[in-house]
Nanobody, 122 residues
Framework: QVQLVESGGGLVQAGGSLRLSCAASSAISTAMGWYRQAPGKSAREREW???????????YYADSVKGRFFISRDNSKNMVYLQMSGLKPEDTAVYYC??????????????WGQGTQVTVSS
């Protein structure tokens, strides 16, 4: 059983930056992903935004965030990060980290954190 806890969300002005963190309860030698759920959307409508493979460190990004968001990990701390820059009001959402406890992307979400709110004001 993997437990994930996100942190780092908050209120930021458009154009600003935030770094989200995801703490795992155990060693995360697995692919890790980030999703977001926009206001008014259901859990089924969560948008995948990034994935980091554990086998070779490959990273993947949705077109909506490519070039603005950067995923990374620190295995020594069991942490995964999402550095977000150039934030836009449409990035407003609850952000979730997820894993399937498998080494490769994509991550479909066998395990989810509780989410962290990001609000971008215009």
């Amino acid at each position: 059983q993997v437990q994930l806890v996100e942190s780092g969300g908050g209120l930021v002005q458009a154009g600003g930056s935030l770094r989200l963190s995801c703490a795992a309860s155990s060693a995360i030698s697995t692919a890790m992903g980030w999703y977001r759920q926009a206001p008014g959307k259901s859990a089924r409508e969560r948008e995948w935004i990034s994935c980091l493979s554990s086998s070779d460190g490959s990273t993947y990004y949705a077109d909506s965030v490519k070039g603005r968001f950067f995923i990374s990990r620190d295995n020594s701390k069991n942490m995964v990060y999402l550095q977000m820059s150039g934030l836009k009001p449409e990035d407003t959402a609850v952000y979730y980290c997820a894993t399937d406890a498998l080494p490769e992307c994509p991550v479909h979400g066998g395990y989810w954190g509780q989410g962290t709110q990001v609000t971008v004001s215009s």
